[in-house]
């Protein structure tokens, strides 16, 4: 047997690993365009923040390692540019000479990976305009930074690429812009999660330019220059493009294989594309969404390695599926974390899905026991059933922690209640006797019971705002004590602390929906099931006032002080 | 509704707290021994360490707090000494002044905990010799530290509060000796894993004393004489005892509840005794584990919590159940962490279970990245089914994180390949592409599908060993590279590198069984594969030559150089 891989990163270094491991006398050949294979792709990055400083690190798998270990032929710098599905043959070109040459193959892996997406505007030529995909896109960054000693960079795209460029030329002393097209940075947030990581940018001296339209590029006298639609251009010394990416399936489509979602390459469970001979994997591909069930593109080196191994299995006979993907990822940026997994809010509402959230801050281990840091998870979840369908937590150490298991519950079509039953390990330096898993779970029970009512801010504020004055009007309600409530509050919001609540409760107005928060929402819970139980009507404000300066710092609710409707915030 | 919980830490003080959340009207009352409520009485042995250095961190509840905010009638120092069913009463001693009073009750719920076991010996009446479970114990050591000096102690018992005592005193600067019946700390690790933790308490200067019991206690002038069964007699300036803790069922005994395993007192789901009017919840209780479905009593903090809520919402009318516990727990030993979940293999064998387990020594994260720690990992499966049944990791950062995740796909049911398919959040400051958790079900997916067989340590040397000689024996074969080798091997075994294997194939005894290692195991079941494939009979050596060193270095194969039938190792 002789099966063919193109593309020798992740999904396909694995797939003939794999192959090696179960067929010691299968022929196996890689194809690569770069001149690299099995690197480390995910690394590149931070290779030009100097955080990784030997270059040996990247590349630590060469062709000759490959065919020392697993006799797999590796072959750097070829291109397949054609595939003649009835003759199975792959059409390759040596981009040294230019020459061009047939394969034979029994089985061929497609692994070509997703390209940067060019929105093809003008200037994106420009020698100072880089992308960042490849070993050799690295080591171009990294040549033209000890070369140039860039003093500023504009980064044009807020995803995983965008900010990990971001933050290793910000440690490397440059001063960063990053441009997004939408309103906030990092598509698997929602945008009030996404506020904190906005503010934290800024925390650290980059710029975030969010509504932004890029509409090209010039060159400058030693520098470049970013058009934008509305405003003053950027200009800066160097600019990175990382607008996306988009499956490389054009040798796919060239041989008529079947396309899904935005071009990908379509697959079976057991990752075969319409021809039965040819497989594809990693990047190029459409993968079931693991809670949607709907087609979804998800370019993760996870899911990637995954599929390497399961093609290779199918291509030996063994029986393997892939189940779907639910875009699990984990973003560095300075010493916050930004772990995602599967749906956020927005888009479990788009998918058709009755979904809502809390947001909950709980610290990462008990906070006697020193150098707690706080978390801020927000966990989706289905109205009806309970059913977990997503998480997003940006916080200290441990947040990836929390995003594995909650990925793992996801995994395991788990509801809020078995959340609540997870039995996790506890010391005072990892975690609480309560993990905040346990406590999202018990977040979720108490509104699916119908214990209490949650509102968000953007809905509280107006409510209360919209209708002010009127008898019917909703009043805020701060249960915080006096210290904290005299470092910012809502204006306009009555105050009675948590522990005066049940002597003051002639205080508050009768008949009229009380909005209570607190600093994180756990407070205002406890003052929720007090204020129910003495029969008045009142709703939970999810995030309580912390989550709420996060969002103002960072300018999404109307800014100098006015609140929808014209109320002072 | 009037309410009586007789305990005020874990399971108690958060049966209360939901109370009241459901509850407005209810009268709750907390009768508590101790002289503090709802202490963090993990956390004490970080005071006693100096860790934690405000007292008042580990008292943040207050009788007074509890009022304020939950109108809770918290009773420190008074003691429940007996319950009437009939009446619905419970006889409370007043610590102070010892007088008694009957306190009527409409539902009663014990969380008392579990006592220090007291191995009734000679001399544990010495003011030298402490136990741990108050807060009145921890600052009575501490005091004592702070007013003695002490230089040496002596700690008999090596689970969780043993070795945090032990680990506290050290970082104190005492010199430390451990006491252990058994043949190894920690009986929530196997003996193979607990090795590596002997080894860790050893680096930092603590004695390990293994199979040694203590007969007995005497004072010394200025200290105290640890008297043992066999060898000579520990003399320091102080002793704990931390034999392990016991249910505190005296109360439900004398009452006629039903007591299961070793006294514990028998519940049902609903968390209800023989009496239904009676609830309990914590340490004092049997539960039913989560793997195996037999009683079992599991001391901590996370499953006492979660059972007083729901113990609480039974009360409230709120059908809950506690579905079981799986024992999942962490250890922070100096740098190391050490962390469980589920059964050990022993605990599985014994249980009945056809079980089995790898092990593997993946890094926290992405070599290439700067900071990646290594963990030992593992994992306990059943033969037929692949279930997963237990984890253990002993090792770096992310330890914990592991441990989590595998508790979570335990509760699930999952099995080995549902761990391979777990879609966890990855990037090289995190994870690797294929995390630890999805190699462990590879590693196990390949051994159920009769991909590779594997063999242990123990049985791999005195199979090698015990027909050494014989054309029939089996031979070890060590594949790592020369420089490997040169800093030690097994003696008597083969050598060839993997990378040569395919060359060197003639070089190897046809005939006879090979039993292959490497460093860690991976680079071994490489060169199985290649093996098998080409005719050989072969096996993967568990844990690799790291696994084994480990091992050496404990003492736990027999010492001197020699293994077992006289073979040198």
């Not at 003008?122 to 040549?143: A, C, W, Y």
């Given at each position: 047997m002789k099966v063919v891989i193109i593309g020798g990163v992740a999904g396909g270094a694995t797939a003939a690993a794999r192959l090696r491991r179960l067929n010691e006398a299968a022929e196996i050949v890689i194809i690569e365009r770069t001149g690299y294979v099995s690197y480390a792709n995910c690394g590149l990055p931070y290779y030009i923040g100097g955080v990784i400083t030997d270059r040996a690190k990247l590349t630590l798998q060469t062709p000759e390692s490959?065919?020392?270990?697993?006799?797999?032929?590796?072959?750097?710098?070829?291109?397949?540019?054609?595939?003649?599905?009835?003759?199975?043959?792959?059409?390759?070109?040596?981009?040294?000479?230019?020459?061009?040459?047939?394969?034979?193959?029994?089985?061929?892996?497609?692994?070509?990976?997703?390209?940067?997406?060019?929105?093809?505007?003008?200037?994106?030529?420009?020698?100072?305009?880089?992308?960042?995909?490849?070993?050799?896109?690295?080591?171009?960054?990294?040549?033209?930074?000890?070369?140039?000693?860039?003093?500023?960079?504009?980064?044009?795209?807020?995803?995983?690429?965008?900010?990990?460029?971001?933050?290793?030329?910000?440690?490397?002393?440059?001063?960063?812009?990053?441009?997004?097209?939408?309103?906030?940075?990092?598509?698997?947030?929602?945008?009030?999660?996404?506020?904190?990581?906005?503010?934290?940018?800024?925390?650290?001296?980059?710029?975030?330019?969010?509504?932004?339209?890029?509409?090209?590029?010039?060159?400058?006298?030693?520098?470049?220059?970013?058009?934008?639609?509305?405003g003053a251009p950027l200009d800066a010394d160097l600019a990175i493009m990382a607008v996306g990416v988009a499956p490389e399936s054009t040798l796919a489509r060239e041989a008529g294989l079947e396309l899904g979602l935005r071009g990908a390459i379509k697959v079976d469970e057991h990752l075969r594309t319409s021809d039965p001979d040819i497989y594809a994997v990693g990047d190029a591909i459409e993968v079931k969404h693991a809670v949607t069930g709907k087609p979804a593109l998800i370019a993760l080196a996870g899911p990637a390695n995954k599929q390497g191994r399961i093609a290779a299995d199918n291509i030996c006979g063994i029986d393997r599926t892939f189940k779907g993907s639910q875009g699990s990822s984990v973003l560095k940026m300075f010493d916050l974390t930004v772990a995602t997994t599967g749906l956020t809010l927005r888009a479990a509402q788009a998918a058709g899905l009755a979904a809502d959230a809390v947001v909950l801050t709980p610290a990462n281990h008990a906070t006697y026991y020193p150098g707690s840091e706080s978390l801020v998870m927000k966990v989706i979840f289905e109205q009806n059933t309970g059913r977990i369908l997503g998480a997003q937590i940006v916080g200290g150490a441990g947040s990836d922690k929390r995003i594995d298991v909650i990925a793992t519950a996801i995994r395991a079509g788990m509801d809020a209640t078995d959340l609540t039953e997870l039995d996790l390990a506890y010391a005072p330096p990892y975690a609480s006797a309560k993990d905040p898993v346990n406590m999202a779970g018990y977040l979720i029970e108490n509104i699916l019971e119908g214990r209490v009512e949650q509102v968000g801010w953007s809905e509280a504020l107006e409510l209360a705002a919209c209708e002010h004055g009127s008898e019917a009007s909703p009043v805020l309600l701060d249960t915080r004590t006096a210290d904290e409530v005299a470092r910012g509050s809502v204006e306009g919001a009555l105050h009675v602390p948590l522990d005066e609540l049940r002597e003051r409760l002639d205080e508050l107005p009768g008949g009229r929906r009380l909005l209570v928060f607190c600093q994180s929402g756990l407070r205002s819970y406890v003052a929720c099931r007090i204020l129910t139980q003495h029969g008045f009507s009142c709703a939970n404000v999810s995030g309580g006032y912390g989550f709420l300066e996060q969002t103002l710092r960072d300018g999404a609710l109307p800014p100098s002080g006015t609140g929808p409707c014209g109320r002072q915030v």
């Open positions: 490959f065919w020392d270990r697993f006799r797999i032929d590796v072959r750097v710098r070829q291109e397949a540019v054609s595939i003649d599905r009835g003759a199975r043959t792959v059409s390759i070109r040596r981009l040294d000479d230019g020459s061009v040459y047939a394969e034979r193959y029994d089985k061929l892996i497609l692994s070509p990976g997703a390209r940067p997406v060019d929105p093809g505007m003008p200037g994106t030529d420009s020698e100072r305009l880089f992308t960042l995909r490849t070993v050799e896109d690295t080591f171009r960054i990294h040549d033209f930074v000890k070369r140039e000693h860039p003093q500023t960079a504009t980064i044009v795209g807020g995803g995983f690429i965008g900010l990990e460029m971001a933050e290793n030329l910000s440690e490397r002393g440059l001063d960063v812009t990053v441009v997004q097209r939408g309103s906030h940075l990092m598509p698997t947030l929602d945008q009030d999660m996404a506020a904190i990581l906005h503010n934290n940018l800024r925390k650290h001296g980059i710029r975030v330019l969010l509504d932004a339209n890029v509409t090209g590029f010039s060159a400058l006298n030693e520098g470049i220059r970013t058009a934008l639609a509305e």
